[in-house]
């Protein structure tokens, strides 16, 4: 872990040579979601340029980071994410979001596509994450604790900030658009869950499953972030669904929620 904190450092360095503001908000843009980036119009850093940085290389995630403006607070925002899947270790997968903490961001807004456990959900959906169950992937704290990232042991039992998922449903009813709310499951991936796998799950208590946001909201936390977290129902999930899943369907689903969607974020970002 000294040899993580020392890489977050060099990612750090890297990125203030380029980009001197500091930000004070951070935004992980998921699958098909990346647009709301170009509103910033700001100094744009591809991952795969900072030293030490993980980059991303799913189709959909443009792999670099967006520095400017969002309601008015000044901003990063991830035009993509790494996933555990894509061959990484945890640390590295979470190392984005403490390089963010590290160059001053407090407050994170995760965002995800995610498919529907919970059959009131319908593709399209704006869902805010109440909870999350992160028990199918290894936890982001694993290994020697380095105090400069946060506590040994993290309190969990509050994630997702009250006062910023009451704020966001503010900006929902003055928008006019539906925000649900539910537990969010994380699992390994690449390949999407059997159907006994989401009968299991629902059986848990999650509302939606997907691959990624609940590690980065522990690594946050642990941080000491200020954290909330929207996800767009892209698909019913396996079982429930009645035909076959495919990342070009989360694709296409992401991109026709995307208006309200970054309606919601902008508008959040504003009042938190």
């Avoid at 843009?29 to 993980?54: F, K, T, W």
């Avoid at 009250?162 to 539906?178: G, Q």
């Amino acid at each position: 872990m000294e040899s993580e904190y020392t890489a977050i450092q060099i990612c750090c360095d890297y990125i203030l040579n380029k980009c001197g503001e500091r930000p004070e908000l951070a935004v992980v843009l998921g699958s098909g979601l990346g647009g709301l980036a170009d509103r910033m119009d700001g100094v744009q850093i591809a991952y795969q340029n900072i030293p030490g940085m993980p980059v991303s290389t799913v189709s959909g995630h443009a792999g670099r980071f967006v520095f400017g403006t969002l309601g008015g607070k000044k901003t990063v925002a991830m035009q993509g994410r790494v996933h555990f899947y894509e061959g990484y270790s945890m640390a590295e997968v979470v190392r984005p979001i403490r390089v963010m903490r590290a160059l001053g961001a407090d407050k994170l807004i995760l965002t995800n596509a995610a498919g529907a456990v919970n059959e009131c959900f319908s593709p399209g959906d704006l869902v805010m994450i109440s909870d999350h169950i992160l028990s199918f992937v290894p936890s982001p704290l694993i290994g020697e604790n380095v105090s400069q990232l946060g506590a040994r042991f993290p309190d969990m039992s509050a994630v997702y900030s009250p006062r910023m998922r009451n704020i966001a449903e503010n900006c929902a009813a003055d928008l006019k658009i539906s925000l649900k709310s539910g537990v969010y499951i994380q699992t390994t991936g690449p390949n999407y869950e059997t159907p006994a796998e989401i009968n299991m799950m629902k059986q848990m208590g999650a509302d939606m499953v997907g691959m990624s946001t609940a590690c980065e909201a522990a690594a946050a936390k642990h941080a000491g972030m200020e954290i909330c977290a929207v996800s767009v129902i892209s698909n019913m999930a396996a079982g429930i669904s009645k035909t076959a899943l495919s990342h070009s369907e989360v694709q296409m689903i992401t991109n026709k929620a995307s208006k309200p969607f970054q309606a919601l974020i902008c508008k959040l970002a504003e009042m938190i």
